[in-house]
C-alpha cells in the first residue's frame, strides 16, 4: 500500500504498463485496491528482435505528483511455446520495498502467434528421386532383336539439373536413383521432367515431357506420383507412357529468432501491493 491515509480503505490506485519493441500497452487504474482484478482486452505487440523480452511495470497512479512503482518484471519471449496460451504468475521485483511477509505478484495470459504461412515456395528444398518409366515409346528402329530406346531422365528446377543414368534397351527403365535436393528459388516453381532416348551420334529422341507444380504439393511429407508423359504428335492410342517419382518439399530449417512473430497479451491480476497513498483522508 502506497496510499497511507487515515480513511479506512484508501489504499495504492493500482495500473500495469506494459512495454515490447518500442510499443506500449497500459491498463485502466483501478482504485484502492491492493489486489485488483483488470482482466484486460488482449493487445497485440509486433515482435521485432529475436530477443524480445516483455517489461511489465505495476504503479500507483498519482494526480499530482510522478506515479510511483509497486513492482517489475521482465517476460524472455524465447522460452513461450509458439501457439500455446499460456498463463503465468510472475513476481514482481519490489526493490528495497520488498516485504519478508507479502510477496506482490502479477499474472498475465500470453500467447506468442506465428507469423501466417505464406505460399511463396521460395527458400524451401526439393527432395527427389526418379523410380521408373512405363510404356516408353521405341526409337531404335533396328533389325538386331530387343535393340529398343535407351531412356535416361533430365530433371530441371529453378536453374538446376539432375539426370538419370542411361539404361539400354529397355521401354519400361527402373532408375530407382539416389535422392537429388533442388533449392527452390521461386515462388510458382515447377519441376521439368524430361525422358530421352539417348543417340551417340545424333541428338538424344523426347519420349515425353511432364511438369509438376511444386505449389500443390505439402510440405513435410514425401509422396510418390505417376504421371503421363506428353508425348506430342507421337502419342498413341494403344499406349501411355509415364514417369514415377518421388518427392518431398523441404522446409527451411526453423529460426530460434522471435521477429515477426506476434505477441497476445492480456493483463489479469496483481496480489499484495504495497499501499502508496500516504493520505490524511
Known amino acids: 500500500n502506497m496510499d497511507l491515509s487515515l480513511m479506512p480503505g484508501d489504499v495504492s490506485d493500482p495500473f500495469t ?39 511489465l511495470e505495476v504503479f500507483n497512479s498519482n494526480f499530482v505528483c510522478n506515479h510511483d512503482s509497486l513492482g517489475t518484471v521482465e517476460v524472455d519471449l524465447r522460452y513461450l511455446a509458439v501457439g500455446a496460451a499460456q498463463t503465468l504468475v510472475k513476481v514482481l521485483d519490489e526493490g528495497n520495498s520488498k516485504s519478508a511477509d507479502r510477496e506482490a505478484s502479477i499474472e498475465v495470459k500470453l500467447e506468442l502467434i506465428a507469423p501466417a504461412a505464406k505460399s511463396n515456395l521460395a527458400g524451401n528444398k ?18 538386331m532383336p530387343g535393340d529398343v530406346s535407351d531412356p535416361f531422365t533430365v530433371a ?19 532408375w530407382n536413383s539416389d535422392a537429388f535436393e533442388f533449392n527452390v528459388t521461386s515462388g510458382d ?10 543417340n551417340f551420334v545424333c541428338n538424344h529422341d523426347s519420349l515425353g515431357t511432364v511438369e509438376v507444380d511444386l505449389r500443390y504439393l505439402a510440405v ?20 501411355e507412357a509415364s514417369i514415377e517419382v518421388k518427392l518431398e518439399l523441404i522446409a527451411p530449417a526453423a529460426k530460434s529468432n522471435l521477429a515477426g ?8 491480476r496483481a496480489s499484495n501491493l504495497r499501499n502508496m497513498d500516504l493520505s490524511l483522508m
Open 17 to 55: 504498463v506494459a512495454k515490447l519493441c518500442g510499443q506500449e500497452f497500459m491498463t485502466a487504474t483501478i482504485n484502492n485496491d491492493l489486489n485488483p482484478v483488470w482482466n484486460s482486452d488482449a493487445f497485440e505487440f509486433n515482435v521485432t528482435s529475436g530477443d524480445a523480452k516483455l517489461h
Open 126 to 143: 526439393l527432395k527427389l528421386r526418379i523410380i521408373r518409366a512405363s510404356n516408353l515409346r521405341n526409337m531404335d528402329l533396328s533389325l
Open 156 to 174: 530441371k528446377l529453378c536453374g538446376q539439373e539432375f539426370m538419370t543414368a542411361t539404361i539400354n534397351n529397355d521401354l519400361n527403365p527402373v
Open 189 to 198: 516453381a515447377k519441376l521439368h521432367l524430361e525422358v530421352f532416348n539417348s
Open 220 to 239: 513435410g511429407a514425401a509422396q510418390t506420383l505417376v504421371k503421363v508423359l506428353d508425348e506430342g504428335n507421337s502419342k498413341s492410342a494403344d499406349r
Open 261 to 268: 512473430n506476434k505477441l497476445k497479451l492480456r493483463i489479469i
